[in-house]
């Protein structure tokens, strides 16, 4: 396993590279650097998310869930300029440079913050989040998964959403059937390069 994944520091140094993304329609110059995932490229799974979901609402809490460099964050806050963007990741070389590069964009909505601090903070103050984007870690393995997903889908707002990418041949189907399992009501919106687009809702 990789350790950009569920790894707080990376044991790798950090070598910075700057590279022009167009995310979703709009072009960003963005800061990567190793030990974050995908430094090198806007991650296939990532992009297919972005080619398929819907517009996000004009205002609320939305969620970049395992953030990298930001890509997700980024195509939130781009779309939505007044909602409020939360960027989460264990990886705090990737919260910085998701960060950095939202600031680098003038996207003063997106808030970065670990995982598990703001999962805990959000339950504390009983928020409620209205829209999750992500490309899940699921290389962490099935058990890792499905407590991640346990837990910020919890967290979605009555009438809230989430869309996630899995590729097909890393357990796609299968997470659609624990989530149905679950009474999550998911449907698979779309299928391209290997990948399924998820919409999970209550």
């Known amino acids: 396993m990789s350790e950009q994944y569920f790894t707080p520091s990376p044991d790798a140094a950090m070598h910075e590279r700057t590279h022009s993304f167009v995310i979703r329609g709009v072009d960003h110059r963005v800061t990567t650097a190793s030990g974050v995932f995908s430094a ?42 007044r909602a409020r963007v939360l960027a989460a990741d264990v990886n705090e070389r990737a919260l910085e440079l998701t960060a950095r590069n939202a600031a680098a964009a003038g996207r003063a909505g997106v808030h970065v913050e670990e995982s598990s601090a703001l999962r805990s903070r959000l339950e504390r103050e009983g928020a409620r989040i209205d829209l999750i984007w992500s490309n899940p870690p699921v290389r962490i393995g099935k058990e890792g998964l499905h407590a991640l997903l346990s837990d910020w889908l919890g967290l979605l707002a009555d009438d809230g959403e989430a869309w996630l990418v899995v590729n097909r041949n890393l357990g796609a189907d299968s997470l659609v059937r624990w989530l149905a399992d679950r009474s999550w009501a998911v449907s698979r919106t779309a299928s391209s390069k290997g990948f399924r687009v998820l919409r999970v809702k209550r």
């Open 40 to 81: 090198d490229r806007l991650d296939k799974g990532t992009q297919v998310l972005l080619d398929h979901v819907p517009d996000p609402p004009g205002q609320g809490t939305f969620l970049d869930l395992g953030c990298g460099w930001g890509p997700i964050a980024l195509a939130l806050a781009d779309a939505a300029p």
